[in-house]
């Protein structure tokens, strides 16, 4: 069966503080494909990145940064320099191969940057 | 580009009472899926319909069902509702089936079971 645990419930920080939100995953196949989204107030869920199980190379897009470990069943994401924009709850999903649509997300870490 | 729309945004229903929403994706996205979001179990994969037909399933009881029409554009209806339905529905599109990459979410339609 696949899963994706989110440990993190909430997060508080202060603006410009770095935070890391942690995604522990399970999964038996051995292709598969992780991701992380952002759901805003407004409650739609933003695509910030998709990695495959056979690239491990660590990502980085601007003050975000993403460490995928497959030795250790993770993929962190680390928000650095906050700003209170960052303010939302963060998904971390998994999809199988051939699965199309279907994501299994974690619970969502809820971050909230204070000025 | 117009992103995903789905309607009603919110709504109340009764107990007992069925409900339909609807899901317009981006155009020239083929693929629509839908997703139930609930404060105790979180998101979850309800289905897929790629070129009107059901390509994947959730664990969902029959009360849920879906379909797409041959414009994309995809339904999903509820019947019987129970209170444990409230919850939000969002619906995600990306260009085809099978392709692993971002799905492109609307702002979901939140149903209230009372």
């Given amino acids: ?115 | 580009k117009a992103g995903v729309t789905q309607t009603p945004r919110y709504l109340i229903k009764t107990r007992g009472q069925q409900v339909t929403l609807s899901c317009s994706p981006i155009s020239g996205h083929r693929s629509v899926s839908w997703y139930q979001q609930t404060p105790g179990q979180g998101l979850q994969f309800l289905f897929e319909y790629f070129s009107e037909t059901q390509r994947n399933k959730g664990n969902f009881p029959g009360r849920f069902s879906g379909r797409q029409f041959s414009n994309s554009r995809s339904e999903m209806n509820v019947s019987t509702l129970e209170l444990g339905d409230s919850a939000l529905y969002l619906c995600a599109s990306s260009p085809a089936t099978g392709v692993r990459g971002e799905l492109f979410f609307g702002e979901g339609s939140r149903l209230t079971v009372l």
Avoid: H
């Fill in chain 1, 1 to 115: 069966a696949q899963k994706v645990t989110q440990a993190q419930t909430e997060i508080s920080v202060v603006e410009k503080e770095d935070v890391t939100l942690d995604c522990v995953y399970e999964t038996r196949d051995t292709t598969y494909y992780l991701f992380w989204y952002k759901q805003p107030p407004s409650g739609e869920l933003v695509f910030l990145i998709r990695r495959n199980s056979f690239d491990e190379q660590n990502e980085i897009s601007g003050r975000y940064s993403w460490n995928f470990q497959k030795s250790t069943s993770s993929f962190n994401f680390t928000i650095t320099a906050s700003q209170v924009v960052d303010s939302a709850v963060y998904f971390c999903a998994l999809s199988g191969d051939n699965q199309g649509g279907k994501l299994i997300f974690g619970q969502g870490t809820e971050l909230s940057v204070k000025p």
